[in-house]
């Protein structure tokens, strides 16, 4: 992957605060997910707390065969900005877009976002995935972590993440 396709999917193209529950929820764990085993068990929990032990282990299953598929099958890796920054990547927002179209029941659209993410032949499936964690997200009592809301100063970039 070339410096010019790392900057464009991590370009900043807007706040989480620019949108709604569903889609600040998908971006934030994702960067959660993808920040390594503490985090994962965080996302594990916060499901758990919310949905009960077993309906959010199972959205958490489903969530985590959505992140594989889409780093097995991806048209290149998704690029992340870190968990506490405030910037929204241009992959972060197509992946919000994505998770909230899919979970609207709007099939062929949604459909047509995956081919952004992953090659066409995987689009099914990872809609299917997608729709799925995205209604138990909205089962579950979503709000912003209370740093997205604040004047505080998001932290530098991780090894792994942008900013």
């Known amino acids: 992957m070339t410096s010019a396709q790392e900057s464009r999917g991590g ?3 807007g706040f989480i605060t620019d949108l709604d529950s569903i889609e600040a929820a998908a971006v934030i764990y994702l960067r959660l997910w993808s ?3 503490d985090s994962r068990q965080a ?3 916060d499901f758990a707390a919310s949905l009960g032990r077993v309906q959010g282990a199972k ?3 489903g ?3 959505l992140c594989r598929t889409c780093a097995q099958y991806g048209r290149r890796p998704l690029m992340r900005h870190s968990v506490h920054c405030k910037c929204l990547g241009s992959d972060e ?3 919000a877009n994505f998770i909230a179209t899919a979970t609207t029941g709007d099939r062929n659209d949604a ?3 995956a081919t952004l993410l992953v090659r ?3 689009a099914p499936l990872i809609t299917s995935l997608a729709a799925d964690f995205g209604l138990a997200l909205k089962r579950m009592k979503l709000r912003a972590p209370k740093f997205y809301g604040s004047g505080a100063k998001a932290p530098h970039a991780q090894p792994t993440t942008l900013h």
């Open 63 to 65: 969530f985590e065969d």
């Open 111 to 113: 459909m047509l976002i």
């Open 11 to 13: 370009a900043p193209v």
């Open 35 to 37: 920040d390594g085993p």
């Open 93 to 95: 927002s197509c992946f």
């Open 120 to 122: 066409p032949d995987v």
């Open 43 to 45: 996302v594990l929990n």
């Open 59 to 61: 959205a958490v299953q």
